[in-house]
Structures are given as structure tokens and as C-alpha cells.
């Protein structure tokens, strides 16, 4: 495959990217980590249009469109670098009138990720603590953990936070991906994966593997109608791994060859109609890599992207017939685009 890379802006610290859909358009937000940082809404058939949603936020760690409301969004600010981030929160913004508008929602100190899942026609927020305390940077004796709340109509209205029993110590990744034919949500850390489950009425934290994970994706890449698991390891990595289920245990296939560090940015996808996973490195060399599988070599194949850019976050999707790697190229500055040409 060939990429076509777009600068779409230079942001400081450019962290987080997500996509939503407005007066069925499609837009994407871009937000920095920077103390004071900015998000921005780009929009339009090359999303040359550009709208400020926020300045003087930052840390903004997630971000994720609220269902069924055209034009709002949860996002996380105040998870500023260094794990700064004892007044983290969760703010709600609105489209008003051609203008973003943002509203304090819930404090949630040390929040690394959330998400908006429905279960038994009621949206639940639920969130990824890294650690309940930190009293430095390097400080991880207290565990994270995972909460949840029902999510309100609006943004004066708060909602109760609970806490699912289950530590978590150094609490990073968080992904959602069908799994075994079903819509799955895992939480990973030092001590683990965790596989989110809600039945009677009720939140629970299953142990899915040992391993000490820093991000996992999965993605059926080579078309046997078994997911593969894609991993960085350990925490803020210097290894990527994939790895195959083979009797009821995780075994792996593949270990990146290079020698890399602080691997960060993870996704899977399709990209010209082939599964294929995405990660992205923020030292060393700093590339962005796409994994396929080669079914006449039977071997996992990897095409660099790009380099030197520092990605810690990607996000793969589709616009008007093209597929699209977004990334968050965070080490220079960028909010990038790469163009996947036929």
C-alpha cells in the first residue's frame, strides 16, 4: 500500500483524535495534552474547515461523541503530562448555533479512559482509573481501577460513580472490539487484561490474561474467524507482540523486529478492505506502522507509514471512499492524515 500524509494543523502536545458524526457529516476532533491546550473540530469534504471547540483545556486523554445527540461529545481535560492529573474531569460539549460550548460534567481525578456503552437500553459511562493516588510521577504503589455511572440527560445533572472490584496497577489501555462475534471492552494494565462484563443488572471485571500489558487491540487479521491480539509491552512499551488463542491460551506469532521505545499509539482496522493493525512509536525512531498478514508467505508482514513523527494516538476510518489513518503525531506537533491509496 501506498500513504499519503496531510499536515491537517500543528498542535502542541497533539494527543487525542476521535470522529462524529454532525447533521450526518462527518467531522473529527483533534485535542492537545499541553497545560491550556486547545481542541479543534475539522469538518468538509478534505476537512479544510476548521472550529475551535475549546482553548485553555488540555489534557484532554479521550474523547467520545454521546449517542443519539447530533453534535455533543464527552471529553476528558486536566490529564495533563507526567501523570499530573489529580483535577482531571469530564466535560460535555455542545454545538450551539455553529459554536462549541463546554460544560463541567463529573471530576474523576486520574481518569485515563472512558467510554459511552450501552447495556439493557441504558448508556453507561465507564472509565479507567490509572491509579486511585499518586504522590509523584514514578509513584505506582496504589492501583488503579475501573468506574462506571449511569449517563444523565444533561450536563447539570450528575451522575453517582461506583467503582467495579477489580485493582488494576499502572491502568493504561482500554479498547473496544468484537471479539468472538460480540461487541467486547477490555482494560489492561501490569497485573493483566480485563474483560469488562454487565449481567444481572451489575458490572464485573473478568481476568482475561496474565500478561503485563501496557495497550491491546484484536482484529481477525489473517481471516481464520479467530481475532488475533495485538499488544504493547510493558507499560509505555518497548515491544509489539501479536499474539493467537491456540487451546485456550495466548501464544504468540510475531514480535516487531526493531528496536523501539515507548510504543503508544494502537489500533485495528480495515484498510483497503485488509485487516490490519496500527501502532505507533513516540521515541527512538518514532514510527507508524501497519501490520497485514501475507496468506501465500503465511507470515505477518509490517509497512512503515511513517517516521519521525511521534504517534500517540491513531484512529482508522472511512470518508467518502478513501481510508484514512488518522494520527496524533504527538512528538513534532501534528495532527496528521494518511491517505490510503489504491
Known amino acids: 500500500m501506498r500513504f499519503r500524509k ?25 485535542a492537545e495534552e499541553e497545560i491550556g491546550g486547545r481542541c479543534y473540530d475539522y469538518y468538509g469534504h478534505d476537512f479544510s474547515n476548521k472550529r475551535l471547540v475549546w482553548d485553555n483545556g488540555g489534557g484532554t486523554m479521550a474523547i467520545v461523541p454521546i449517542p443519539n445527540k447530533n453534535g455533543e ?16 474531569k469530564i466535560v460535555w460539549c455542545k454545538l450551539v448555533n455553529n459554536s462549541w460550548i463546554t460544560y463541567d460534567y463529573l471530576s474523576i481525578p486520574y481518569l485515563h479512559r472512558f467510554d459511552l456503552i450501552e447495556f439493557d437500553n441504558t448508556i453507561y459511562l465507564v472509565g479507567s482509573i490509572v491509579s486511585k493516588h499518586k504522590d509523584s510521577r514514578d509513584d505506582w504503589s ?22 467495579i ?12 472490539n468484537i471479539y468472538k462475534n460480540e461487541e467486547s471492552y477490555f482494560f489492561s494494565g501490569d497485573n493483566g487484561i480485563f474483560k469488562l462484563k454487565f449481567e444481572d443488572n451489575r458490572f464485573e471485571l473478568d481476568k482475561f ?16 474467524d479467530h481475532e488475533e491480539m495485538l499488544s504493547i509491552e510493558p507499560f509505555h512499551g518497548d515491544s509489539v507482540k501479536i499474539y493467537k488463542e491456540i487451546n485456550n491460551a495466548w501464544q504468540k506469532q510475531y514480535e516487531y523486529p526493531k528496536e523501539i521505545a515507548f510504543a503508544h499509539a494502537i489500533s485495528s482496522g480495515y484498510l483497503n478492505d ?33 517516521q519521525n513523527c511521534g504517534s500517540a494516538n491513531v484512529l482508522i476510518f472511512r470518508h467518502q471512499g478513501q481510508d484514512i489513518i488518522a494520527s496524533c503525531n504527538h512528538t513534532i506537533n501534528e495532527a496528521a492524515l494518511y491517505y490510503i491509496e489504491k
Open 142 to 163: 496504589v492501583p488503579g481501577c475501573v468506574m462506571y455511572a449511569k449517563l444523565t440527560e444533561d450536563y447539570d445533572i450528575k451522575p453517582v460513580l461506583n467503582e
Open 274 to 306: 485488509r485487516p490490519c493493525f496500527v501502532f505507533g512509536v513516540r521515541r527512538k525512531n518514532m514510527e507508524l506502522v501497519m501490520i497485514t498478514y501475507d496468506h501465500k508467505l503465511n507470515e505477518y508482514v509490517e509497512s512503515v507509514i511513517d
Open 165 to 176: 472490584d477489580c485493582d488494576i496497577y499502572k491502568n493504561h489501555g482500554y479498547t473496544r
Open 73 to 88: 461529545f464527552l471529553a476528558i481535560q486536566g490529564f495533563f503530562p507526567g501523570f499530573n492529573a489529580k483535577e482531571s
Open 6 to 30: 496531510k499536515v491537517l494543523d500543528n498542535l502542541e502536545r497533539c494527543y487525542c483524535v476521535n470522529k462524529i458524526i454532525i447533521d450526518d457529516q462527518l467531522h473529527l476532533l483533534f
Open 209 to 224: 490474561t496474565d500478561l503485563s500489558i501496557s495497550d491491546v487491540c484484536f482484529i481477525d487479521i489473517d481471516n481464520d
